[in-house]
C-alpha cells in the first residue's frame, strides 16, 4: 500500500555533481574509470537516505570536464549486486529468469 507523503519543494540545495578526474591524459586523449555501485543517500531532508545505484557512489553521477576535440575513454565498471533489491516480473519479455536480474545501460547527458 503506498503512502502518500507531502514533501515541500526547493527545500535542499541542488546537487551539483562532482567533476571527474582522468586516471591518465595523453596525446590519444583523456583515460577515466566509473564504478556502478549501491549506496544510501538523502534525497530529501525529511527523507531517510535511500538505496541507490549509481556512479562512484554518487547520484547523479560525476561531470566529466572534457574539451571540445578531445578523445575520452571511459572504462564503465559494474560492481552492483546480482541480485535486485526489488521484485522482477520474470513473465515480462526480456526479464525472463534465464536473464540476470541487474542490468545496466549506461547513458550520458550534455
Known sequence: MA???NLQKFV???????TIRPI???KK???YEVTMREFTQKLHRDLAPTRLW?????YPGPTF???????AFVKWMNDLPHKHFLPIDT????????????????????
Not at 535542499?12 to 562532482?18: A, C, E, R, Y
Not at 549509481?54 to 554518487?58: A, K
Open 12 to 18: 535542499d540545495k541542488l546537487p551539483i555533481p562532482k
Open 29 to 31: 586523449g583523456s583515460y
Open 24 to 26: 591518465k591524459r595523453g
Open 65 to 71: 570536464d572534457v574539451m571540445k576535440g578531445e578523445t
Open 3 to 5: 503512502v502518500k507523503v
Open 54 to 58: 549509481g556512479y562512484n557512489g554518487m
Open 91 to 110: 513473465t515480462i519479455h526480456g526479464a525472463e529468469k534465464t536473464f540476470p536480474q541487474v542490468r545496466t545501460v549506461v547513458h550520458l547527458h550534455g
